[in-house]
């Protein structure tokens, strides 16, 4: 009799536990990053975010790829029938990814003065960059252990286990940096404060994920005639599955990582002071924050659908895994265009609600950024479909070329004067298009795939751009109408508009049917939401 941990979720369900997992933590990021930007301030924020672009690259290389590889593998295996394998290979990623953890944390430990002066040229982010150095070890462990859940369609680990991460990082880093401030400490000792909370929230990660496969995953007997292949041979697997993957993803992260260089030397170029250049820097990454959500919801779709599509291929079933990348493309639509618009057509209300005292320019940065933000959630799905069907090579094509085109832009543009730091966010919106047009090739052709873009697209487009319609309107009206006047007035105008417009924007989509009543007996309750909302 299959424990609970080892009940399969189809990939829907396994996205939509993984879903409410987003929601809490980025309830709890909003807790952690707006505040923290008050409290560190434009500047401080800047050596903040300037640090976590390093750490992302490290990150991305070392957790991108390699649990995606863990997970398919771990997917194939469970589909054929093989226990002993799953265990087998997962001691073998354990090892893999600890030398890796290991290496990357030393790097960034003793090579953190270098990495802060000659590559963010930031000497302020030295300490925050070894602050940082102990959390990538314990992540790229913790990555191992939701990797095997992920494989065996378990997702509700995964999802405890982000929460508790990011609970505790949010606590003590708060509190870190808040005391450090107090107390009369510098910026760069602050920054450094609140970093260390995401190390202190890993070490609770990893605790609770030993705990949780030492009490649902028992291991299996190894001497039941089961041919298991040599533990070199799983750890090449892994490596040749994961690198390019690792390496495609942390493209986008040596990216980010250069966008302080940049955009310093450019607006300097453009005749801006380096003060004034940190400033608008530091408003840009308060704002990135914000572009960054709704690929945070798309995340659980991808972590999802890899196994799906990978256990149905190995299965022998490749139209259940072409109907399962069409319904995943349509659906990361639906999810990510209503909100890459509202963050577009709201863009003056949020920023100035939730970073009241930040550079004037973070609306227009915004406004920009909510229409990028959508083309990112698509090259997510796209490169997620492409890795779980065995090409996890194309997507570096892609990449690279996305990656090269928003250098070049924003290399150009930021010297403008009349454009200046609105430049990085129009790089960022023509470098993610051009990776979805390139991506959409590779399906057609590398997978035989034609999917309905129509389908896909059209119809979450026209509810989407109602949806933007009514939350702008709504939004002016209550701001002239309401007695409250102010930031209150403002966030009081923003939350009616935003209700209004998720209001809006549910009718739609059940009026044109974007989704389904089969989609919603995908998911947990859905069925009886269905009936609630008379979804045919």
């Not at 028992?218 to 298991?228: C, D, Q, S």
């Not at 930021?414 to 399906?443: E, H, K, Q, S």
Request: overall charge positive; glycine content about 8%.
């Amino acid at each position: 009799m299959s424990s609970p941990a080892e009940k399969k979720q189809n990939f829907m369900h396994g996205a939509a536990i993984l879903t409410v997992g987003v929601v809490i933590m980025k309830i709890l990021g909003a807790i952690y990053k707006v505040p923290l930007g008050n409290i560190l301030g434009d500047y401080g924020y800047g050596i903040f975010l300037s640090t976590y672009n390093v750490y992302n690259i490290f990150f991305t290389l070392s957790t991108a790829g390699l649990p995606v590889a863990l997970s398919r593998m771990i997917a194939v295996e469970d589909a054929q029938g093989k226990p002993a394998a799953k265990e087998k290979t997962f001691r073998a990623a354990i090892l893999t990814f600890a030398v890796i953890g290991l290496l990357f944390a030393m790097i960034m430990f003793f090579g953190n003065e270098w990495l802060a002066r000659f590559y963010l040229h930031k000497p302020d982010a030295a300490l925050s960059v070894r602050a940082m150095a102990p959390a990538i070890l314990l992540v790229c462990l913790v990555s191992a252990y939701r990797g095997f859940c992920q494989g065996n369609g378990n997702m509700i680990p995964t999802t405890v286990d982000e929460v508790l991460e990011v609970l505790f990082k949010v606590i003590s880093g708060l509190l870190i940096a808040s005391w450090l401030v107090r107390t009369g400490h510098g910026l760069p000792d602050a920054s450094a404060g609140a970093i260390l909370g995401v190390s202190i929230g890993s070490v609770i990660s990893l605790g609770y994920m030993v705990f949780y496969k030492q009490r649902h995953y028992p291991k299996p007997a190894f001497n039941t005639g089961e041919k298991l292949e040599s533990t070199g041979r799983i750890i090449y697997n892994i490596l040749r599955i994961g690198i390019p993957i690792s390496l495609g993803a942390s493209i986008m992260a040596i990216l980010s990582s250069l966008d302080p260089g940049i955009c310093h030397s450019r607006l300097a170029a453009a005749g801006f002071s380096e003060h004034h250049a940190g400033v608008l820097f530091g408003v840009y990454g308060k704002v990135q924050t914000l572009f960054n959500l709704p690929a945070a919801f798309m995340t659980p779709l991808t972590i999802a659908i890899v196994p799906a599509v990978a256990g149905a291929i190995a299965r022998g079933n490749r139209a259940e895994a072409e109907k399962t990348s069409e319904d995943a493309m349509r659906i990361a639509s639906v999810i990510s265009m209503p909100m890459g618009i509202g963050l577009a057509v709201l863009s003056f209300p949020i920023v100035n609600v939730l970073y009241p005292h930040s550079d004037p320019a973070g609306p227009g940065l915004l406004s920009i950024m909510g229409i990028a933000s959508f083309f990112v959630c698509i090259v997510l799905m796209e490169n997620a479909i492409l890795q779980a069907s065995g090409k996890e090579k194309l997507p570096m094509i892609a990449l690279i070329t996305g990656s090269l085109l928003k250098i070049a832009v924003n290399w150009v543009i930021i010297a403008m004067p009349r454009i200046n730091i609105y430049g990085a966010p129009v790089g960022t919106l023509l470098g993610y298009f051009c990776m979805a047009m390139i991506d959409y090739l590779f399906i057609r052709r590398a997978l035989n795939q034609n999917p309905n873009l129509r389908k896909a697209f059209l119809k979450p487009l026209i509810c989407s751009a109602v949806m933007g319609i009514f939350a702008w309107l709504s939004f002016r009206v209550f701001l002239a109408l309401l007695p409250i006047h102010g930031k209150m007035g403002m966030f009081v105008s923003m939350l009616l508009a935003i209700m209004i417009a998720a209001a809006v924007y549910v009718l739609a989509v059940i009026k044109t049917a974007c989704i389904t009543n089969e989609d919603m007996k995908l998911i947990p309750g859905g069925e009886k939401v269905a009936k609630l909302l008379h979804m045919k």
